[in-house]
């Protein structure tokens, strides 16, 4: 992703090639980091859709600069690409150069923002500065690009793009003198106000999704919470004659017996699995929402138990989680070694 993105039309190119390299010295940066656009699309890669390339670059990259002249200000994409940044709630302000003061007029449709002469070296300096502070970099001192901007301020002062200049008048001047010049000005501000309502509301759409998700997360842990108490398994583990096993871990699932621990911590974050240990009256509590038990089913619930030297123990809770009451007493799990012994 570019760092700076110089809006203009396919004539201006010269021009935008020239603040490029002013911005490169003054603040060190590479090539890559510009992204240069035109009326025609001009920086999109090919086969990509060239609207989305353009807001995902304009709403995502730290600097904007719009190039206005005669051609620009006529070029529905240099007006499509600020709209879509002044619809962007998250974006910096786009920057707006012009040649001279001859073009301030051009800028009509978004007259309430300032503009950079590019025939002024000390309005350089502040463009410099923004965009420095767009992109969180200490501002150059202005000997370090000096000569650079000389440079620009001479080519502008002699720039004269295709067919806006050679000794005929040029588009902004044939722009205010026409009568038709507030159907421009009109038609530039409708496709500004038209890209940044496309991308508010699709930005809008994204937050509200986003509200969406989280309130109906926030309902499924209410909903969990409320059910949990009704789900709540209290038992002990005895022996066949009535004694409580106080090394017992009963791990738990309704998918299937689960052979070792191992198995079962591997089916937690499926929540397929759960692991209790009793304590010494061979007790224990378990949650059987952690399993993705309902209170809406009658299903039966796996529970092998794992005792040292002993054999793994398979049951069966026949338990209708429907009927579960918190104040229910202790179920009794009896367990039964395999075989009668302990394994050596």
Same mark, same amino acid.
């Given at each position: 992703?570019?760092?700076? @993105? ?10 935008? =090639? ?14 890559? =980091?510009? +992204? ?10 090919? $086969? ?5 390339? #353009? ?31 002044? $619809? ?7 920057? @707006? ?24 070296? /000390? ?12 992109? $969180? ?27 806006? $200049? ?27 106000? /038209? ?17 969406? &998700? ?15 108490? *009704? ?20 791990? +738990?699932?309704?998918?299937? *017996?689960?052979?070792? &621990? ?7 974050? =499926? ?38 030297? +002993? ?21 009794? #799990? ?11």
């Amino acid at each position: 992703m570019a760092l700076v @993105f110089i809006s203009h039309a396919h004539e201006d190119e010269r021009l935008a =090639e020239r603040l490029a390299a002013l911005l490169r010295t003054a603040l060190t940066l590479p090539p890559n =980091e510009f +992204f240069l656009s035109s009326e025609a699309g001009h920086g999109v890669a090919p $086969g990509t859709s060239v609207r989305d390339s #353009i807001i995902t670059q304009i709403t995502k990259v730290p600097t904007l600069i719009v190039v206005v002249t005669g051609h620009s200000a006529k070029s529905p994409w240099v007006w499509l690409e600020v709209g879509c940044r002044l $619809g962007s709630a998250t974006s910096s302000k786009p920057l @707006f150069v012009v040649r001279s003061d001859q073009d301030m007029s051009l800028l009509q449709p978004v007259s309430d923002l300032r503009a950079v002469r590019l025939d002024d070296e /000390g309005q350089l300096q502040e463009l410099v500065k923004a965009v420095s502070t767009n992109l $969180g970099r200490p501002t150059p001192e202005y000997l370090e690009y000096s000569s650079a901007a000389r440079e620009l301020t001479e080519f502008v002062k002699q720039y004269s793009p295709a067919d806006d $200049g050679s000794g005929s008048p040029s588009m902004f001047t044939r722009l205010s003198r026409s009568p038709h010049r507030w159907w421009f000005v009109g038609t530039a501000a409708v496709v500004i106000l /038209g890209a940044a309502a496309f991308v508010y509301n699709r930005q809008s759409m994204r937050d509200a999704s986003s509200r969406e &998700e989280a309130a109906i997360a926030n309902r499924n842990d209410v909903l969990v919470a409320s059910v949990s108490e *009704y789900l709540q398994l209290n038992a002990v583990l005895v022996t066949a004659d009535g004694k409580p096993i106080s090394d017992g871990k009963l791990l +738990f699932s309704k998918v299937g *017996y689960i052979e070792d &621990e191992q198995s079962c911590r591997d089916k937690q974050d =499926e929540k397929e699995c759960t692991i209790r240990s009793t304590d010494s009256t061979g007790r224990f509590s378990v949650d059987l929402t952690e399993i993705q038990v309902t209170n809406r089913e009658q299903k039966p619930v796996n529970v092998t138990v794992v005792r040292p030297r +002993f054999p793994n123990y398979h049951a069966l809770l026949e338990v209708d989680v429907r009927a579960m009451d918190k104040n229910d007493p202790p179920k009794r #799990i009896v367990w039964s070694a395999m075989d009668g012994e302990p394994q050596p």
